[in-house]
């Protein structure tokens, strides 16, 4: 056995010597030099909440007299598309090496508050829709949304937005419930079975879309008003007979908001969908909705060719609650297994991925999941993240470890979720606040800006996120250990046109680091230490940094 995986390394080491003289660039037939190319797999993705990024517009900071005292952090702040647009033009995404970012929803949200103890809680967050077919003006407007598009796309950054179909919002003394043949208000999931956690209400007051159902219903009287009111019910209705009639599909509650949703796709031209509470709803509406999403995207392209930015299929990313790697493709929900991932998503959220990052080492955290990925999961992806909008135990929530966090994260295959002010420690515990809205403080721009410290923090980041992002190899390619001591590990990726190979090292001596790359790369190749900005030319088979770092980051010049 141990001679047959001698065997195997052996020949992998062959083909990269083979490979080696032109792993980083390629040419066309044309003899055009062609860029690294974008891949979803391992792509580095910057989730932040609207409401808490930055304020570019402080005219819209309140609306629907939604002036009310609410629980800490538990109102809107002022986070709108204007500052995320003002962040993205200023080079902040593009220094930390982002190519992607996820907001939460931005369509209108109740007008009301709710009140569980906690004090009054607005719907900031975004997950609590009143109307799919407009913007909430807290977020901005249309226009806020072209633009911000229009600047992203430009710095070949994507754009994904936040997809609910499963609930609207609750019911408030502004925000009636909608009609009984669209939504239950019980019985409350148990999440014992498939049943009791796909037809039944996430919590109390937040009623749930009956999406199961394929009877003829009419517009909600709520909305009807609203459009009417606003000038365009008859547009809406226009839109809504074209794309029945078009579809063929009932004029059933899923269908009404999975139209309103691909509108954001044909008309803006976003890039993906981050689904919520994928396991709370039907798994067949999940292909439907991927099917619709797809055609979207292909119409979007079609009218708007002077704006594609590849090739690429139309993202979709399914928030299954606990959902993990090691599971494969397979949700197992006691008395059901369900695969999310065929004829549905490309990839889901990993939740699996910070218990990993705590209990492994670094060699047995990246082989897992290089074996993972390169198996059942080949062709798909997971989102790997350490802290998030709702996860109670985040990875390090007091930030004792952020240098750690980036190494781990932006380190191991797989796409990475970086959620705002990860990259420069945002606490996640915060005085007097309860619950989820420890995760959801306004970004720490002052720190950023004045604290040493911080800054330290952040150039860590912007190193390791840079250097993913130069190369596909570090999230989606093959890994191999290459010396356990010091510990050195390449990765390497190719599609029929491009080839890609880097070398990392960790947890290295500071000062001099003598790194044996004779299987990888040639005496008198230079390559370049992304980490401390030199360059060095292998020698005797060996590549002499010296560094006051402990890690190394080899790319080929």
């Known amino acids: 056995m141990n001679r047959i995986i001698v065997i195997i390394i052996a020949v992998l080491t062959m083909a990269c010597k083979e490979n080696k003289s032109n792993f980083n660039t390629f040419e066309k037939p044309d003899n055009k030099e062609v860029t690294t190319p974008f891949v979803w797999e391992g792509a580095n993705l910057y989730f932040l909440l609207t409401d808490r990024f930055k304020n570019g517009d402080t005219s819209n900071d309140i609306n629907f007299d939604r002036n009310q005292e609410t629980g800490k ?8 598309l204007k500052g995320i647009t003002q962040k993205i033009e200023e080079g902040y995404f593009t220094d930390l090496g982002i190519n992607a970012i996820w907001m939460t929803p931005i369509v209108e949200q109740i007008h009301g508050g709710t009140n569980e103890g ?25 226009e806020d949304l072209r633009a911000l598009i229009k600047s992203a796309h430009k710095k070949g950054i994507r754009v994904v937005l936040d997809a609910v179909i499963n609930h609207t919002g609750p019911v408030t003394n502004k925000d009636s419930v909608w009609p009984e043949e669209w939504v239950r208000t019980s019985p409350k999931c148990k999440f014992d ?48 007979d074209a794309f029945f009639e078009k579809t063929g599909h009932p004029r059933s509650p899923r269908f009404y908001i999975m139209k309103w949703l691909t509108d954001y796709i044909t008309e803006f031209g976003i890039d993906g969908y981050r689904v919520d509470t994928v396991k709370h709803t039907e798994s067949y509406v999940w292909q439907e909705f991927k099917t619709l999403c797809d055609t979207s995207f292909s119409e979007w392209k079609n009218n708007n060719p002077e704006k594609v930015l590849d090739d690429n299929d139309f993202y979709l990313v399914g928030e299954v609650y606990n959902y993990n790697i090691s599971a494969g493709k ?29 209990q492994q080492t670094y060699e047995a955290f990246f082989k897992r999941y290089n074996d993972l990925l390169n198996d059942n999961l080949k062709d798909y992806g997971t989102l790997n993240y350490l802290s998030s909008h709702d996860d109670g135990k985040p990875y390090d929530p007091k930030r004792e470890k952020p240098f750690e966090t980036a190494t781990k994260l932006l380190l191991a295959p797989g796409t990475s979720q970086i959620y705002y002010g990860d990259e420069s420690a ?62 050195l590990f390449y990765r390497s990726f190719s599609t029929e046109h491009f080839k890609d190979l880097v070398v990392i090292g960790l947890s290295l001596d500071k000062g001099v680091k003598t790194l044996d790359v004779s299987n990888l790369y040639e005496n008198g190749i230079v390559l370049h230490d992304a980490y401390s900005n030199q360059d060095i030319t292998v020698s005797d088979g060996k590549a002499i940094v010296n560094s006051e770092f402990d890690i190394v980051l080899l790319e080929q010049k």
């Open 73 to 80: 952090l538990r109102g809107f702040e002022g986070g709108d």
């Open 118 to 142: 906690t004090g009054i809680t607005y719907g900031f967050h975004g997950y609590w829709t009143k109307d799919w077919t407009a913007l909430d003006p807290n977020y901005g407007t249309k």
């Open 193 to 240: 079975n498939y049943e009791n956690t796909v037809a039944c209400t996430l919590v109390e007051n937040l009623p749930d879309v009956k999406t199961e159902s394929d009877e003829v219903v009419e517009l909600p009287p709520q909305l009807v008003e609203k459009w009417k009111a606003e000038g365009r019910y008859e547009e809406e209705v226009g839109e809504l």
């Open 330 to 358: 397979a949700f197992d929900y006691g008395d059901k297994v369900v695969n999310y991932f065929d004829s549905a998503f490309h990839s889901l959220i990993n939740f699996e991925f910070k218990y990993n990052a705590a």
């Open 426 to 487: 945002r606490v996640l515990v915060v005085e007097d606040a309860t619950g989820d809205a420890n995760l959801r403080s306004n970004m720490n721009w002052d720190a950023i800006e004045n604290d040493a410290q911080t800054q330290a923090i952040l150039t860590h980041w912007q190193k390791l996120g840079k250097f993913r992002e130069r190369h596909p190899a570090v999230g989606a390619g093959y890994h191999q250990m290459i010396t356990e001591t010091p510990y």
